[in-house]
């Protein structure tokens, strides 16, 4: 099935609940990487934090998470559904993330991501390099630890 159009919209405090959905679909438990309701709530009352939601029809699909400091900003999150992976929604998300941080003058933006996860490969693709490594960073619900790769995209 072919994907139909991509609606990403700015979302707050009140789509936690779908934030919370996404990443409850999206993140396996065993790697930990995963925020809790908590988390997303304190995180978006921070100054400079934006939240993406990607909507196809009406299902939210996926999302992404920004926290932009001075004239830097780190992905913090980003999250597609299973249901709806592999159909450019990830790609929607971090294009507009991209597109954003240009138009408000940011000159690098961060991320962090699971050794092994499959995002690298898009990442990569949207110009992201790695620059560095945080040894045992995840910790998944068994305890057993993964590696995070810190990545890092001139805009």
């Keep these: ?20 959905a996404l990443m409850t679909a999206a993140f396996e438990p ?9 988390q ?16 196809v029809d009406d299902t939210a699909a996926g999302f992404a998470m920004v926290r932009s400091v001075a004239d830097e900003a780190e992905l913090l999150l980003l999250a597609v559904d299973p249901a709806w992976r ?20 940011i000159a690098d933006l961060h991320l962090e991501v ?10 990569t693709e949207q110009g992201f390099a790695k620059v560095g490594e945080r040894r045992n960073y995840y ?6 630890a993964f590696d995070a790769h810190t990545y890092r995209r001139a805009i």
Excluded: H, S
Aim: glycine share 12%; net charge positive.
């Design 40 to 55: 997303c709530l304190g995180v978006l009352a921070m100054p400079g934090v934006r939240l993406t939601l990607a909507y």
């Design 139 to 144: 910790r998944g619900k068994t305890g057993q």
């Design 30 to 38: 065993r790697f930990g990487e995963a925020w809790t309701r908590n």
């Design 86 to 105: 592999r159909r450019g929604i990830a790609r929607a998300l971090l294009r507009g993330v991209i597109a954003e941080a240009q138009a408000n003058g």
């Design 114 to 123: 699971r050794e092994g996860n499959d995002a690298v490969c898009l990442y």
């Design 1 to 20: 099935m072919a994907t139909r159009q991509v609606l990403l919209r700015t979302g707050d405090a009140r789509d936690v609940a779908a934030v919370d």
